[in-house]
């Protein structure tokens, strides 16, 4: 039933795997050559600047003072807005009678983007607001 997406899938899978397979040992050893090239003192102030997993200087508004991070605000408001996205195309198939100038393929589709759009929009709002009313 899915074949035309399956094979693709397989296919990016495995050539993702084999880059990072290839990218992971290349971009250590630059980094040891960028290391090794640095004096002793510009050492530390190059690490400060690389994101190594914990942020270094200025933290955000959002992920600082209330203990969560931006990242989790804009996954979970995308999914909601799939989510609302799938039923707004479910109901829209099922309320309206079928006609020869709509798919239900396309229902879906759109719905599910718009909404996830939606969804995005509103996470930055969140985030914008949340931002200015920790500067004041």
Excluded: Q
């Excluded at 510009?42 to 969560?68: C, H, Q, T, W």
């Amino acid at each position: 039933m899915l074949d035309f997406i399956v094979y693709p899938l397989i296919v990016g899978i495995v050539a993702l795997s084999i880059y990072k397979i290839f990218e992971l040992p290349i971009c250590r050893r630059e980094r040891l050559n960028i290391i090794d090239k640095l004096d002793p003192g510009m050492l530390i102030d190059y690490l400060k600047n690389v994101p190594m997993g914990m942020p270094v200087g200025r933290v955000s508004a959002v992920e600082g003072s209330r203990g969560f991070s931006s990242g989790a605000l804009r996954v979970g408001c995308l999914l909601l807005g799939l989510g609302v996205g799938l039923l707004v195309g479910y109901w829209i198939s099922t309320c309206c009678p079928n006609g020869a100038y709509y798919h239900d393929e396309v229902i879906y589709g759109g719905s599910v983007l718009c909404f996830g759009g939606l969804g995005l929009i509103a996470a930055f709002v969140v985030e914008r607001r949340v931002s200015r009313s920790s500067h004041k």
